[in-house]
Nanobody, 130 residues
Framework: EVQLQASGGGLVQAGGSLRLSCAAS????????VGWFRQAPGKEREGISC????????YYADSVKGRFTISSDNANNTVYLQMNSLKPDDTAVYFC???????????????????????WGQGTLVTVSS
């Protein structure tokens, strides 16, 4: 059974930082993608950053480039999202997800499309005050 545990959300002032963690278990492949997604009230879920476990390939949405950094600790099956220079517009529930498949990891990472990921963790709320 695939399980994802996201943590690290909270309340922070604009300009501040948070680090989200996503601990994964039950992933049935050494080459898999992990993504961070967010959903603000009234908006669609969007992919903000994705990473490949095998080659470290990454994707960042334009809205977070230069502010957020995704990294992975493969030994502990944990993916982090370091979020700096947070803005009120970053307020959302953040989710992590994973998936894999033959020749799929590259597609999953380069598109970072939430519709392509099958396994999801619960969300963690990030609130950025102005």
């Amino acid at each position: 059974e695939v399980q994802l545990q996201a943590s690290g959300g909270g309340l922070v002032q604009a300009g501040g930082s948070l680090r989200l963690s996503c601990a994964a278990s039950g992933v049935a492949d050494d080459d898999y993608a992990v993504g961070w997604f967010r959903q603000a009230p009234g908006k669609e879920r969007e992919g903000i950053s994705c990473i490949s476990s095998s080659d470290g390939r990454t994707y960042y949405a334009d809205s977070v480039k230069g502010r957020f950094t995704i990294s992975s600790d493969n030994a502990n099956n944990t993916v982090y999202l370091q979020m700096n220079s947070l803005k009120p517009d970053d307020t959302a529930v953040y989710f992590c997800a994973t998936d894999w498949g033959p020749f799929q990891t590259v597609v999953l990472v380069t598109t970072c499309d939430p519709g392509k990921f099958e396994y999801w963790g619960q969300g963690t709320l990030v609130t950025v005050s102005s």
